[in-house]
């Protein structure tokens, strides 16, 4: 199949509509979960505060859940910005055997310099395109951390599932950055333990992400939009790209005020 196959495949509105629907829908029913469970915590919150619970107190509540829905947009966000240079290191080791000799050569640096720049691209989605405002630095950080691991099973999905053993150093490759986060050269304890207590509490975002990733990928896959003769990791930056999508779309028509009765200040 050629480029322009490709092209008019991805680019075919019938294909793309309905795809661009399902994401969306699917964005939909995770923030649900997110949103009723906020709702039962301020229930519980009420009932230990008499009946009665503060506008302090539910003003922390909503804060706390629009945390997690950014906290989500930056798991999506950091995923698609990973992947999208993956797939540029897939095309350049698969699809252009012109520069087998450089790539051959200079691969795993390459490599890193594309972590790099994956790092500048989800800072641009999480400032520029939207701007999240209600997650902290840290909590940033615990999110890509975690978006290591997301890459793992993903690469691990690919590897096992597919039987492509292409992927085997990339894999390697994430688990030890991964790593580098945990035992580092002057690492202490209490830095350690922080960090698994910031990554334990995020492991919520990476069963919905999870989730969600999966559903996609499978109704792509199974509906014949999402191509495997391109590639598997390309086709699984496609099915983000396709969330981002909704996330943009969800984030500028502010749907969510409909569910929300009052957002939280900026802080």
């Known amino acids: 199949m050629n480029k322009i196959y490709y092209i008019k495949h991805y680019f075919d509105f019938r294909n793309a ?42 003003y922390q509540v909503r804060k706390k859940h629009f945390t997690f829905i950014e ?46 720049a994956s790092v500048f691209a989800t800072n641009w989605l999480d400032s520029v395109l939207i701007r999240l405002t209600h997650i902290s630095p840290e909590q940033k950080a615990s999110i890509r951390l975690l978006s290591s691991f997301y890459i793992v099973l993903i690469l691990l999905y690919i590897r096992f599932i597919y039987q492509d053993t292409n992927y085997n150093t990339l894999i390697l490759y994430f688990i030890t950055l991964a790593a580098g986060r945990f035992l580092y050269f002057d690492f202490t304890w209490k830095d350690f333990s922080n960090t698994i207590r910031c990554l334990c509490g995020n492991l919520p975002l990476l069963l919905l992400m999870s989730l969600y990733s999966g559903m996609i990928c499978w109704y792509g896959f199974h509906e014949n939009f999402l191509l495997k003769s391109n590639g598997v990791i390309i086709s699984t930056l496609i099915a983000h790209l396709f969330m981002d999508l909704s996330i943009f779309v969800l984030h500028y028509t502010k749907l969510l005020k409909f569910f929300i ?6 802080i």
């Open 71 to 116: 906290s989500f947009y930056e798991m999506v966000f950091s995923s698609t910005s990973v992947l999208l240079f993956l797939s540029l290191y897939y095309i350049i080791d698969e699809k252009i055997p012109a520069v087998a000799y450089y790539w051959e050569k200079y691969q795993n640096v390459l490599l890193l310099i594309f972590i790099l």
């Open 17 to 58: 509509g309905s795809f661009l629907l399902v994401s969306f829908v699917g964005l939909f029913l995770v923030l649900a979960v997110v949103l009723v469970a906020a709702r039962i915590q301020t229930a519980l919150n009420a009932r230990r505060h008499a009946q009665n619970a503060s506008d302090d107190t539910l």
């Open 261 to 266: 009765p009052s957002q939280p200040k900026t």
